[in-house]
């Protein structure tokens, strides 16, 4: 059965391409302009989860949790609110009954990650991904492609035909749904193949917020039930 969410138009007009966690086919997204259109379409719906903007028009989204909340037809949906980054605001959005309060503008990947555990959708990728890596060494820089047969997020198993010592400095690139990642990487095990390839342990070296976020996000989705 597909997820139900209703969002407000602002919010998907501003974080939303076409091609993220909302356009994937486990998901019916529906729009709305006003926290009238949101109540509508819920109580149409049933949705399992609304994304509202603490600003919207009608009755603004502090009321619109209120009013959710105290109906016992409406009450059971995971409510996100956005709002500005004060603590008077994010307090007034929980004790209206929001579950999560993000601040504006929103980071579309906290927005995304979010959704995911409220919904608790994965995004479903194959495990074995292939990279293109640069060696970062004091004698060369070349760049050469590997597989990653395993990734966590702090690092991951990289299997290749090129040769690396201990201590190699790496730049590993690859993609994650339609989002490049680039990451420092350090060679910290070296394992001889069956065959005449090579497999890598490699920690990651100052890995940010946002490709954590969605390497941790790649890591759910291929846990297997």
Same mark, same amino acid.
């Not at 959704?115 to 995004?123: G, K, P």
């Given at each position: 059965m597909k997820k139900k969410i209703i969002i407000a138009q602002s919010i998907q007009?501003? /974080?939303?391409? &076409?091609?993220? =966690? $909302?356009?994937? &086919?486990?998901? +019916? /997204? $529906?729009? +709305?302009?006003?926290? #009238? #259109?949101? =109540?509508?379409? !819920?109580?149409? !719906?049933?949705?399992?989860?609304?994304?509202?903007?603490? *600003?919207?028009?009608?009755? *603004? &989204?502090e009321a619109l949790c209120s009013v959710i909340r105290k109906n016992a037809d409406l009450k059971d949906v995971s409510i996100v609110m956005a709002c500005e980054q004060t603590p008077s605001r994010s307090d007034e959005c929980r004790r209206a009954g929001a579950n999560a309060v993000l601040p504006k503008p929103l980071d579309p990947i906290v927005l995304f990650s979010t959704?995911?555990?409220?919904?608790? /959708?994965?995004?479903r990728m194959s495990a074995r991904m292939p990279l293109r890596i640069t060696v970062q060494g004091t004698d060369e820089k070349t760049a050469f492609v590997g597989i990653s047969n395993d990734i966590s997020v702090s690092g991951m198993l990289l299997e290749s035909g090129r040769k690396l010592q201990e201590g190699d400095q790496l730049q590993c690139s690859f993609t994650i749904g339609p989002r490049p990642v680039s990451v420092s990487c350090i060679v910290t095990r070296v394992h001889k193949t069956q065959g005449s390839g090579f497999l890598y342990g490699v920690k990651y070296k100052g890995l940010d917020a946002k490709n954590f976020v969605l390497i941790e996000q790649f890591v759910k989705g291929n846990i297997k039930a």
């Open positions: 007009d501003a /974080v939303d391409k &076409g091609n993220t =966690l $909302f356009a994937r &086919g486990g998901i +019916a /997204v $529906f729009s +709305a302009r006003s926290c #009238e #259109e949101i =109540l509508d379409l !819920h109580r149409t !719906h049933k949705a399992d989860l609304i994304i509202a903007d603490l *600003g919207m028009p009608d009755m *603004g &989204g959704v995911s555990q409220m919904l608790m /959708v994965h995004q």
